[in-house]
């Protein structure tokens, strides 16, 4: 484990809070957090601004020496001394999400009590995502997200919103939304907002990026019901349609062209892969629509054959053909 600074830190905490008063030793923290234990001292050190933690009175000043750590206990709940951002709340959250140490589940269980906003069905809340990436890689450094997408994901499911929002051809208009959650899809390279529209009474989505302003109205109705994750399980990207596909694909081996494929297929909830015996990859999934996909199986080239169906296969013939007409 170790790593990140931030995974390091709640580490420790954890580490010590599950212990009061016992006391562990800077060596055997290192060993937790793979870091050295002049490094743990260090941390340790800032940390005690924060949390009931001090090291025995009898140990040297200097943080380059062992030093045994106590944690005093003040209470049911760690209790930061200091106010978190959203933006450092969720990404403290979302650090401790992807461990599957006991000791970070509880501290991130302990936390959730702490930083979440008090009077919320905290178990609604935990079985619903807000957030979720649609496909198989994460935000580019340049487009992680803004202090906006966490301002919006703190709101998601608990406030009535009106938006100014810029459509794509460039018209500005204002929406009544209840926003639920919220989605980035790599294929765009942009953050979405889903949410209920009041006027059309249906889901929407909105580019985030489009969005100039916003207002809160007063509480969302109640969507309990609603799961950010059903809801897009057929989309491939963000295109939520009514007609649902079943795709097959065949994938030739050109250039660890089945790495990538499993790689960006790995996440959906109705992809199947199979090797077949001439050494080609046969992908098969449930698509909701088909301008997106289409867009993804053209990055492949002559590496990509569209099996079924058959609108798919006759539009990426017409539009391999023109490239062909191109070249005459």
């Known amino acids: 484990m170790g790593g990140d600074i931030v995974v390091r830190l709640s580490q420790l905490i954890c580490a010590l809070s599950t212990h009061p008063g016992e006391g562990l030793s800077s060596r055997k923290l290192a060993n937790l957090c793979g870091a050295a234990h002049e490094v743990v001292n260090a941390d340790l050190e800032m940390l005690s601004s924060c949390f009931p933690i001090y090291f025995s009175p009898e140990d040297t000043e200097d943080f380059r020496q062992p030093r045994l750590w106590y944690y005093e206990e003040v209470g049911r709940h760690v209790q930061p001394a200091f106010r978190l951002s959203v933006k450092e709340t969720m990404e403290l959250l979302a650090c401790l999400e992807a461990e599957q140490d006991p000791i970070i589940c509880g501290i991130r269980s302990q936390l959730e009590h702490t930083l979440l906003p008090s009077g919320e069905d905290r178990e609604r809340i935990r079985s619903q995502q807000r957030c979720i990436y649609k496909g198989g890689k994460p935000p580019y450094d340049a487009l992680q997200p803004s202090e906006r997408i966490y301002q919006l994901a703190q709101l998601c499911g608990r406030r009535r919103l009106v938006i100014q929002y810029k459509k794509q051809n460039g018209e500005l208009s204002k ?30 989505n909105f580019r985030v990026g489009r969005i100039l302003s916003y207002q809160e109205l007063g509480a969302a109705d109640s969507y309990e019901t609603f799961s950010l994750k059903d809801y897009l399980a057929h989309a491939w990207g963000v295109q939520v349609a009514e007609t649902i596909y079943e795709v097959k694909i065949r994938f030739y081996d050109d250039y660890n062209v089945h790495s990538r494929v499993r790689r960006e297929t790995q996440g ?61």
């Open 175 to 204: 929406r009544s939304i209840d926003p639920l959650g919220l989605v980035y899809c790599w294929t765009t390279g942009a953050w979405y907002l889903v949410a209920y529209s009041l006027p059309q009474k249906d889901y929407r």
């Open 268 to 328: 959906r909830s109705f992809a199947k892969l199979e090797k077949e015996p001439s050494g080609t990859l046969l992908y098969t999934d449930l698509v909701a629509g088909l301008k997106e996909i289409r867009v993804w199986v053209r990055s492949f080239g002559a590496s990509a054959e569209v099996l079924e169906p058959d609108k798919l296969r006759k539009e990426l013939i017409d539009s391999y053909q023109r490239i062909l007409d191109r070249y005459k």
